[in-house]
């Protein structure tokens, strides 16, 4: 005879089964459908932000730009950033996610091949400020915008696959900006001015798309059946009792709470380290003693180690459900290679040690951005993110053109990289305060218990 405990075992072993596969099925076709565009977007942005390190190699004696300026007119864009990241944010949630994306990628297109008309250091800190103003809230934008399509477990992986775009947009921006500044210009331009417009050209062809192709929400996804829509339902109402997620009838109510600021703190090394020395990474690799072209090419490098970062890292921290152990080796890492990179003098070594703390820099930040989704949610959520973004984002100011002061100062780079060592180590210490704030629980009179 039958045993009805197995039966019943069986049974439920079977649609444990089925609801995994069901799982699986959903979230891979909503990463396919949502996350390669989304991606490329990205890839247009951090391409239009980080050309100016090519420029460099010869704008500055084309227009009179010194280090010190360069650095401090490149750190500009994250000011820009700063200040209007917040209200960008909360636009997105008024005008909706395809509307405001397809805003942001025409004005920053635009102010892109404005560039190649930099006459001084003025006009250039100009443009470099309106650039970080018309691009804010599109990073943050994004992570918005898959909070309203995937479930927490499943948040690290997918912003791993997003911030993929990072590297990718290093790998493409260095062989293409070498090639062009191999030549003598296009269009009655020099060559850095034609880089600028070559650059910008893609946001702005890109507006019809996004417009035509993105989604507002799963409500709106016409390739989405009824079924997947009330799974994603279900599944972010269970995050939202499971851990306790805030959504203010004051949604700025989430730019006082510790929380908020706290992981702007953690996330302020990243930034300040991958825009310092990517700013810088030209500059470092032609030292070496190569063209251009070979320049744009041996920069392609450790872009490829952050690919692999991003593919290793973040679906680790996911499938053992662990983010503070992961953020704190792996920043120790990044810090141990960051100083080994610049106490080397051999080229070979040099770019060694820079690609193995790309790895560690670009792979970490996406298990960073799945600790908001743990308290956060909803308009609160958009802010937040905004918040801790934009703050944390003045690191791409403070690197920059800390490394550009320092290097005045000493006539070398390796100060500025062991300065970008020692926020490293920073990050470390704040991850151990970071993880005992987000884990104690919040008063009831405090900032994220419903008050207006």
């Avoid at 459900?321 to 080397?344: D, G, N, P």
Wanted: some cysteine.
């Amino acid at each position: 005879m039958s045993n009805p405990q197995v039966l019943q075992q069986g049974k439920t072993e079977a649609r444990a089964t089925h609801a995994s596969e069901q799982e699986k099925h959903i979230v891979g076709h909503i990463a396919r459908r949502l996350v390669p565009f989304l991606a490329l977007i990205y890839v247009v942005a951090y391409v239009d932000r980080t050309v100016v390190g090519f420029a460099k190699l010869h704008m500055n004696a084309a227009v009179g730009l010194s280090d010190a300026a360069y650095g401090m007119g490149a750190g500009l864009f994250f000011v820009g950033y700063f200040l209007c990241e917040v209200p960008s944010n909360l636009a997105l949630s008024r005008f909706g996610a395809r509307v405001w994306f397809a805003r942001i990628l025409f004005t920053w297109g635009t102010i892109t091949m404005a560039m190649a008309f930099v006459s001084g250091p003025k006009s250039f800190y100009v443009l470099r400020f309106l650039l970080g103003a018309a691009e804010a809230g599109l990073y943050p934008g994004i992570l918005f915008f898959l909070t309203h399509w995937f479930p927490m477990r499943h948040r690290a992986r997918v912003i791993g696959l997003l911030v993929l775009a990072q590297p990718i947009a290093g790998i493409v921006t260095g062989p293409l900006a070498g090639a062009l500044l191999e030549t003598h210009g296009l269009f009655g331009l020099s060559n850095w001015q034609t880089l600028f417009v070559v650059s910008g050209l893609p946001a702005v062809l890109l507006c019809i798309p996004t417009l035509r192709l993105l989604p507002e929400s799963p409500a709106h996804a016409r390739w989405l059946a009824p079924d997947a829509r009330r799974w994603i339902e279900r599944e972010l109402a269970a995050d939202q009792r499971s851990y306790a997620l805030d959504a203010h009838r004051n949604p700025f109510s989430a730019l006082k709470d510790r929380r908020v600021l706290l992981l702007a703190l953690l996330f302020l090394p990243f930034p300040l380290c991958i825009y310092g020395l990517s700013l810088w990474l030209p500059t470092i690799i032609k030292a070496f003693g190569v063209s251009d072209s070979t320049a744009g090419l041996l920069s392609a490098v450790p872009y490829l180690f952050a690919v692999a970062g991003l593919l290793i890292v973040p679906r680790h921290s996911d499938h053992r459900r662990e983010r503070y152990w992961h953020i704190v080796v792996v920043s120790a890492a990044a810090a141990l290679t960051m100083a080994a990179s610049a106490w080397v003098h051999s080229p070979v070594l040099q770019l060694l040690f820079i690609s193995l703390t790309a790895f560690s820099i670009y792979s970490i930040q996406a298990v960073v951005w799945a600790l908001p989704g743990e308290f956060l949610s909803g308009t609160s959520a958009a802010v937040g993110i905004a918040m801790i973004n934009s703050l944390a984002n003045l690191g791409g100011y403070l690197g920059p053109y800390g490394i550009g002061l320092i290097k005045d100062a000493t006539g070398s780079l390796a100060a500025g990289l062991y300065f970008l060592a020692a926020t490293l180590v920073f990050a470390v210490l704040v991850t151990f305060v970071v993880r005992a704030a987000l884990r104690t629980p919040v008063r009831a009179e405090g900032a994220f218990a419903g008050e207006s």
